[in-house]
């Protein structure tokens, strides 16, 4: 925001110059500025009434009477986290700030909520479905009294200002409404999706697949000679990672659509694999190995699956390390390498080639 503002500072100072207004657009700036302040102050008198209301619901126990009162909603839309925590009561009582449309008392305790549902969030690396839908209803902003609103209206000189209460009634339910429908709505897929990777083949996955790789990604014998992988990471720079990008997309189109990563990120990751601990534990029941491998050699792979005591079905693709011309359907693609990238195995997906 502070850039925008800049933008439109400059602008229009620029195009002041340019017809000769520069006097109007300093004046517009100056009243602007005069405004601005009596607005805010305006604002300090019905400011501290609500939140002086809301500290007040707070001690006296109405905030926690209101969290037990909607506790079966809650329970409904945050069922990942526990029905005691701390973080049901200031729901509400962010809910409750939204709805009487104090949004700058809901900011911090929104941010109090996040805190505490990280706190309970197992994966510290993503957002929980608890601070999916949160954020999903805070951001909808649902008010029944918009506050804020009528206090900068009545500071403007609205002759009346209450009008702005059933449009912004409508308008907010609608976006609350549809902010939890639609999380939850995700959460379903992404449950299902969980469900079927963690049955690691039982009851309906039929085989896995393997695509372009082995169990070894530093290997001699089954997977990157492990010479070449060191001088890769010892003379790593962009002009390596260019070429190396070359040989895994053989200079097809796909390169340029290719999501660069900063270097930094690319070397860690190549260092991290050095300690890859490989997993046997799957078995797979086809493979399907480029033709022109020239990251992973495929004589390489061959001798990987060809020595496996149960021998995959195994397919030979005319390709190179990623073979995405050859799908008809990129997420066919997404979730055949997924399985090798994460140690999560997908059911056998068919190719179109």
């Given at each position: 925001m502070n850039y925008i503002f800049y933008f439109l500072i400059v602008f229009s100072l620029i195009f002041g110059i340019i017809n000769g207004r520069v006097q109007e657009v300093v004046n517009a700036i100056l009243e602007g500025a005069d405004v601005s302040v009596k607005i805010a102050l305006s604002l300090i008198g019905i400011m501290a009434f609500w939140l002086g209301l809301m500290r007040i619901a707070e001690r006296s126990g109405l905030v926690k009477f209101i969290a037990k009162l909607i506790k079966p909603i809650t329970k409904w839309l945050f069922n990942d986290i526990p029905p005691e925590s701390s973080a049901i009561g200031n729901i509400a009582l962010s809910v409750s700030a939204n709805a009487l449309g104090l949004t700058n008392a809901a900011t911090p305790i929104g941010l109090k909520v996040m805190e505490e549902l990280q706190n309970e969030n197992n994966d510290k690396e993503s957002a929980s479905d608890a601070m999916c839908m949160f954020l999903g209803m805070n951001t909808a902003g649902f008010q029944i009294i918009p506050a804020t609103v009528i206090a900068i209206l009545v500071a403007a000189g609205a002759k009346n200002p209450t009008e702005i209460i059933a449009p912004t009634?409508?308008?907010?339910?609608?976006?609350?409404?549809?902010?939890?429908?639609?999380?939850?709505?995700?959460?379903?897929?992404?449950?299902?999706?969980?469900?079927?990777?963690?049955?690691?083949?039982?009851?309906?996955?039929?085989?896995?697949?393997?695509?372009?790789?082995?169990?070894?990604?530093?290997?001699?014998?089954?997977?990157?000679?492990?010479?070449?992988?060191?001088?890769?990471?010892?003379?790593?720079?962009?002009?390596?990672?260019?070429?190396?990008m070359e040989r895994m997309f053989l200079k097809t189109p796909e390169i340029e659509s290719y999501s660069k990563r900063t270097?930094?990120?690319?070397?860690?990751?190549?260092?991290?694999?050095?300690?890859?601990?490989?997993?046997?534990?799957?078995?797979?029941?086809?493979?399907?190995?480029?033709?022109?491998?020239?990251?992973?050699?495929?004589?390489?792979?061959?001798?990987?699956?060809?020595?496996?005591?149960?021998?995959?079905?195994?397919?030979?693709?005319?390709?190179?390390?990623?073979?995405?011309?050859?799908?008809?359907?990129?997420?066919?693609?997404?979730?055949?390498?997924?399985?090798?990238?994460?140690?999560?195995?997908?059911?056998?997906?068919?190719?179109?080639?």
């Open positions: 009634l409508i308008v907010t339910t609608i976006a609350f409404i549809s902010a939890i429908v639609i999380a939850k709505l995700f959460q379903g897929v992404n449950k299902g999706v969980n469900k079927v990777i963690n049955k690691e083949g039982a009851n309906g996955i039929k085989s896995f697949v393997a695509l372009c790789g082995t169990p070894y990604p530093i290997h001699d014998k089954y997977g990157i000679p492990e010479r070449i992988y060191n001088l890769t990471i010892k003379g790593f720079s962009e002009k390596s990672v260019n070429k190396f270097l930094e990120s690319q070397k860690a990751e190549l260092i991290k694999l050095l300690s890859y601990e490989p997993n046997e534990s799957c078995s797979y029941t086809k493979v399907i190995i480029p033709d022109n491998d020239l990251i992973i050699p495929t004589k390489n792979q061959k001798a990987y699956w060809m020595d496996r005591e149960n021998k995959p079905n195994i397919e030979i693709i005319h390709s190179g390390h990623c073979p995405f011309l050859l799908f008809k359907n990129r997420f066919k693609f997404i979730l055949s390498t997924y399985q090798l990238r994460s140690g999560y195995h997908i059911p056998n997906l068919p190719l179109n080639h």
